[in-house]
């Protein structure tokens, strides 16, 4: 059987070195020296040298160096899961899949994938690697990385955060806003492309929405917080079409052609969705989702074959911007 060890693709190995260096370090609390290090993995001394500065730096474990040794700090990996193949596999998807709307080189997301790949068959695991070297190609960001390592921290610890916000996306006037944000939760977006903070804003003394790319900087605060007992944000969210789900829910209706019919229905779009087939071979689509901002961009990638029947101020909203992109082409 091929280890990961035996694979190329020099981004591929470099993950796997790093990873071989925290489980050794995680192994000897006392730590080992550079030496050591270098005999067990066979590279040189320099080489662990500077990938151990590389995973300080850049990947952010907390490793300590006393007297010549290098060692890991107490709970920096959690406790190992004994996963089967299926489970293992069913990790892997969803990895995959955050790796598809994820448009940022995220670390942590390679560190996963190549945790996972010490546990998978070769066939598997060869996958990983295809899929480690294609995300790697990504421009790193250590902006979004630093932001996303604070967020997590303060979720997992319930730590209050202070944020720099760009609120100027859609109107430039806005100035970058600050405030504290308490974590809930943080969610991928498959329209988007990208992550979202879900927190309690103590600014706006409400719940709110930021996207993570959009968040400048963030610094934890020694601060704690309580959730609130009823609130849960799986629940929430599946009042969402995507992420957004501080938004008022709407009741929405939809007619498919005849032409799409059979493709709008093999899908659960969301939780409250009502399918109705209509005689003429269309079909009648109904669901309750907080706004219209995300719905809208799904209903506009069926074209000429989705009609907004409910509510008439989305209908309206569709009606109006597919008027423009006609616009756009008619010359």
């Known amino acids: 059987m091929n280890t990961i060890a035996d694979r190329g693709g020099a981004k591929w190995d470099k993950a796997a070195r790093y ?3 925290a489980m050794l370090l995680n192994d000897h609390p006392d ?8 005999d067990r993995i066979g590279v040189s001394k320099r080489t662990i040298y500077r990938d151990i500065e590389s995973m300080d730096s850049d990947a952010g474990l907390p490793i300590w160096a006393d007297e010549g040794k290098f060692g890991l700090e107490r709970g920096a990996f959690l406790p190992p899961l004994a996963l089967t193949l299926h489970e293992a596999t069913t990790l892997f998807l969803a990895a995959r899949l955050l790796a598809k709307v994820s448009d940022e080189h995220d670390t942590e997301l390679i560190g996963a994938f190549v945790k996972l790949a010490q546990i998978l068959p070769p066939v598997l695991a060869a996958h990983i690697e295809t899929t480690v070297d294609v995300f790697s190609s990504t421009p790193p960001n250590p902006r979004f990385t630093k932001v996303f390592r604070v967020l997590a921290e303060g ?3 319930q730590r209050v955060v202070e944020i720099e916000y760009d609120a100027g996306v859609y109107d430039p006037d806005k100035p970058v806003r600050r405030t504290r944000v308490r974590p809930l939760a943080i969610e991928p977006s498959a329209l988007t492309h990208a992550l979202y903070l879900l927190a309690y804003d103590e600014g706006r003394a409400a719940r709110r929405t930021f996207k993570v790319e959009r968040i400048l900087s963030a610094t934890l605060t020694p601060e704690t917080f309580e959730a609130p007992e009823d609130y849960s944000p799986a629940a929430e969210l599946a009042g969402a079409w995507d992420v957004i789900a501080d938004d008022e829910p709407l009741k929405v209706v939809i007619r498919f052609s005849p032409a799409v019919a059979k493709r709008a229905a093999e899908t659960r779009w969301h939780p409250s969705q009502e399918l109705e087939e209509q005689a003429d071979g269309s079909l009648i689509w109904r669901g309750e989702v907080a706004g219209m901002r995300e719905i809208r961009i799904w209903i506009m990638g ?4 989705a009609e907004v029947l409910e509510p008439t101020v989305l209908r309206d909203d569709v009606a109006s911007e597919l ?5 756009l082409y008619a010359g």
């Open 19 to 21: 990873l071989r260096i």
């Open 31 to 38: 730590g080992l020296s550079a030496q050591d290090l270098a």
């Open 155 to 157: 979720w997992a610890h």
């Open 302 to 305: 069926w074209g000429a074959d």
């Open 323 to 327: 008027a423009r992109a006609a616009a």
